[in-house]
C-alpha cells in the first residue's frame, strides 16, 4: 500500500497543487495571526477567565470554524485533483489494466489526501504552538496559568478530532468523486455545499474541530461513516464499466 | 491464438472491435461466454494475475502529460513487481525513445506519443499485447516505424500481438491470423496464409482474383444478405 501511495505522490508531485494547498496554509497562518490580535482584546481575555477555561482551548477552539472550512476545502480540492489526473490524461481505464486491485489504488489516493492534509494541520498546530506561544506568554502569561501548553489536549485534538473527521470527509469526497467521476465539478460544488452546511451535527462534512464533552459520539459516527463509505466505493467499482 | 501469433481483428466502424477487446479484458462484462489467456479461464478471482501478462494500447496513448517519457514508464513500471530500472531502460531502448526520454509527454510529436504508449503497454514483459487501432492518426512515415517495432517484438521478443483494425493494408503487411467481426459477432477467422486457398474456393466469384480488402467485403455482404441487414 505505501508502494501505491508514494506512485500516487509522484504523479501529482509536478503539478500546481502545491501552491493551492499553500495559499490556505496561508490562510491557517493569516487565521492565527488575526487571532493573535483578538487575544489583544481585553474582553476575548476576560471571557476566557470567566468561562474558566484553558486559554490554548479557547484559543484553537475560537478558530476551529475557519480551519475546518480550509482542511474541507483542500480535501476537496486533492480528492479532485487526484482523479482529475486520470481522467484528463486518460488513464482512468488503464488502472483497471494492472495487476493491482482498484480498489488498493483508490484508498491510496484517499490515504494520501488524508496524509497530506493531516500535515498540513500539523504545520499549522506547530505554528500556532511554537511561534505564538513564546509570543503570548511572554505578553499575556498571566491568561494561562503557568500551563503554557497542554500537551495532552493538542495530541487528544489531533489525532481524536481531527483525524476521524478528515478520514471520513476524504471518504465521503471519494465516494462522490467516483460517483461523478466524468465532471469533478459536481461532486467539487456537492462538496463546498456540504461544507457550509457542516455546521449540521453528524452531516458528512461536519469535522467537530473543538472539544465536547459528548465526543465519543461524534468519533463513532465518523467511524460509521468511514465503513459505509468504503463499502460504497467497492461497490461503485465493482460495477464500474469503462 | 498461439504464441507469437500477430491476429488482426478487422471490422467496419462500430462492428464490435474495441467492445470485443474490452470485454476480453474484463472492462466490460460480456452477456455471455468466457475469456481464456494461457490456458486459465479469466474470472474476477483470478484477472488480476492473468493480466500481469497481458499489455494494453488502446485507441489514443495515454500517459501522464506532465511527466517526462521515463518518469510515465517508471511509474507504470512500479504497479508491477520486479520491474528494474535496467528493465525500464531497455524498453526505452527497443522503442527507440532514448533522445526524448526526459521530455515531457505533453511534448512529443503524434509518433513519439504512440510509441510511449507501446513502451507503457510492454515494459513488464508481457507475452501478449491489445492494440486497438494502434495507426490511428499516424502518418506514413511513423505507420512503417511502429509496424517495424511491432515486427521487432514479436520476431525477437516472442510479444504476441491481438490488434484490432478497419486498415487492411497493416493486416495483410504485418498479420499471421485475421478474424473478421461484423455487427459483434465473428464472421470468419483464418491463418493469412490461407487467404489464397479461400479466395480460390470463391471460384465463381467476381474477387476471387482480389486480396484481403476484397474477401472481407465479400464475407459483409454475404453476412449481411443472410442476416437482412439493410435489406
Known sequence: ?242 | MDERDILFLIGANGAGKSTLLKNILGLVRPDSGSVRIENSLMNTKNRLEIIHNVGVLLENASFYGHLTVKENISIIAAYYNDISQKQIQDTISILGLESVQNRLASELSTGFKQRLGLAMSIVHKPKIVFLDEPTNGLDPQNIIDFRELIINLNKNYGVSFFITTHILTEVEKLSTKVAIIRDGTIIDSFQMSELNQKMETLIDSEISKGGLEDYYLFKCNQYDKTHKIGV
Request: net charge positive; glycine share 2%.
Open chain 1, 1 to 242: 500500500m505505501i508502494k501505491l501511495i508514494k506512485l500516487e505522490f509522484k504523479k501529482i508531485q509536478k503539478t500546481p497543487i502545491w501552491l493551492v494547498l499553500l495559499v490556505f496554509i496561508l490562510i491557517f497562518f493569516y487565521s492565527c495571526y488575526d487571532l493573535y490580535y483578538d487575544f489583544q482584546n481585553q474582553f476575548w481575555r476576560d471571557v476566557s477567565v470567566s468561562q474558566d477555561m484553558n486559554p490554548w482551548h479557547f484559543f484553537i477552539n475560537s478558530q476551529a470554524r475557519k480551519i475546518e472550512f480550509c482542511i474541507g476545502i483542500n480535501i476537496l480540492i486533492l480528492t479532485a485533483w487526484l482523479h482529475q489526473q486520470e481522467i484528463v490524461n486518460e488513464m482512468w481505464h488503464r488502472l483497471f489494466l494492472f495487476p493491482k486491485s482498484m480498489f488498493n489504488i483508490v484508498l491510496s489516493k484517499i490515504l494520501l489526501t488524508i496524509s497530506l492534509v493531516f500535515l498540513q494541520l500539523i504545520l499549522v498546530f506547530a505554528f500556532t504552538v511554537f511561534i505564538f506561544k513564546p509570543k503570548l506568554s511572554v505578553y499575556y502569561s498571566f491568561l494561562f496559568y503557568g500551563k503554557y501548553l497542554d500537551t495532552p489536549f493538542f495530541y487528544g485534538q489531533w489525532f481524536l478530532f481531527y483525524l476521524p473527521a478528515i478520514i471520513k470527509v476524504a471518504f465521503f469526497q471519494e465516494w462522490l468523486t467516483l460517483k461523478f467521476r466524468n465532471s469533478y465539478l459536481t461532486s467539487f460544488f456537492i462538496g463546498i455545499l456540504g461544507l457550509f452546511l457542516s455546521f449540521i451535527d453528524y452531516s458528512p462534512y461536519s469535522m467537530y474541530c473543538t472539544i465536547h464533552t459528548y465526543f465519543l459520539k461524534e468519533i463513532t459516527v465518523s467511524i460509521i461513516y468511514i465503513v459505509l463509505f468504503t463499502y460504497f466505493i467497492y461497490k461503485e467499482l465493482q460495477n464500474a464499466e469503462i
